[in-house]
């Protein structure tokens, strides 16, 4: 069973409907006709990206799984875990699937055999930093994903710009919205300059090579 989505915008595999229900979500994810490879909704608003992942979306993507990796090692007295691109629900009002995950410290979920393939946020709490990759999103996630992101009460936010190599770090204030900042909060004490810095090799390099130069900055 598939639910009626409206028009695709031009020259995308992107849906949205702006009038949708929990229940629209739940057609559209459990949908074997349709398969999606992200997806969101929040106050009505239902967005699908149909399409398949690029090469620089997927390069970038994996870049910034490798840091976290390098980061978790300089810091091995602190617990982190990455679900990058896990769909997390929290029933009846939010759904995403962001392409960054990060837990850090304890009561990170875990999956048990029998129970839904998400993560569920009225059992689990909600991760620590999110981030998207926006090869073709930018003003989406900068906007009606980073309303999404911030009333769930994440942390931190991360958006990468494929296109123009930058990253856009926001940190949750007490006011409920997100703030940029320079310094990442998650990952105490990392410039959100040499992040972008790391991202600009990825135009002449391999995104290995790139996070090699980013693990001897930390090790200087």
Same mark, same amino acid.
């Given at each position: 069973?598939?639910?009626?989505?409206?028009?695709?915008?031009?020259?995308?595999?992107?849906?949205?409907?702006?009038?949708?229900?929990?229940?629209?979500?739940?057609?559209?994810?459990?949908?074997?006709?349709?398969?999606?490879?992200?997806?969101?909704?929040?106050?009505?608003?239902?967005?699908?990206?149909?399409?398949?992942?690029?090469?620089?979306?997927?390069?970038?993507?994996?870049?910034?799984?490798?840091?976290?990796?390098?980061?978790?090692?300089?810091?091995?007295?602190?617990?982190?875990?990455?679900?990058?691109?896990?769909?997390?629900?929290?029933?009846?009002?939010?759904?995403?699937?962001?392409?960054?995950?990060?837990?850090?410290? %304890?009561? /990170?979920?875990?999956?048990?055999?029998? =129970?839904?393939?998400? #993560? *569920? !946020?009225?059992?689990?709490?909600?991760?620590? +930093?999110?981030?998207?990759?926006?090869?073709?999103?930018?003003?989406?996630?900068?906007?009606?994903?980073?309303?999404?992101?911030?009333?769930?009460?994440?942390?931190?936010?991360?958006?990468?710009?494929?296109?123009?190599?930058?990253?856009?770090?926001?940190?949750?204030?007490?006011?409920?919205?997100? %703030?940029? /900042?320079?310094?990442?909060?998650?990952? =105490?004490?990392?410039? #959100? *300059? !040499?992040?972008?810095?790391?991202?600009?090799? +990825?135009?002449?390099?391999?995104?290995?090579?790139?996070?090699?130069?980013?693990?001897?900055?930390?090790?200087?």
């Amino acid at each position: 069973m598939t639910i009626a989505l409206e028009k695709p915008i031009a020259l995308t595999k992107v849906f949205q409907k702006a009038d949708a229900t929990w229940n629209d979500y739940i057609m559209l994810r459990e949908s074997e006709a349709d398969d999606w490879r992200k997806i969101a909704f929040y106050k009505g608003h239902l967005w699908a990206d149909m399409g398949t992942e690029g090469p620089g979306h997927s390069g970038f993507s994996d870049l910034m799984t490798i840091i976290f990796g390098f980061w978790a090692y300089l810091h091995s007295d602190i617990v982190f875990q990455s679900y990058g691109r896990c769909l997390i629900d929290l029933p009846e009002t939010h759904a995403c699937a962001p392409d960054l995950v990060l837990y850090k410290g %304890e009561d /990170i979920p875990k999956w048990k055999s029998g =129970e839904p393939r998400r #993560i *569920d !946020l009225k059992r689990h709490r909600v991760p620590d +930093l999110v981030g998207e990759i926006a090869d073709t999103s930018l003003s989406l996630d900068l906007d009606e994903q980073k309303r999404l992101y911030a009333s769930l009460g994440i942390s931190e936010y991360w958006v990468i710009d494929v296109k123009g190599a930058r990253l856009f770090a926001f940190g949750l204030m007490e006011s409920g919205q997100y %703030e940029p /900042i320079a310094i990442s909060q998650i990952l =105490e004490g990392l410039p #959100i *300059d !040499l992040l972008e810095r790391t991202l600009e090799r +990825l135009s002449e390099e391999t995104n290995t090579a790139a996070a090699n130069w980013f693990m001897k900055q930390l090790m200087v």
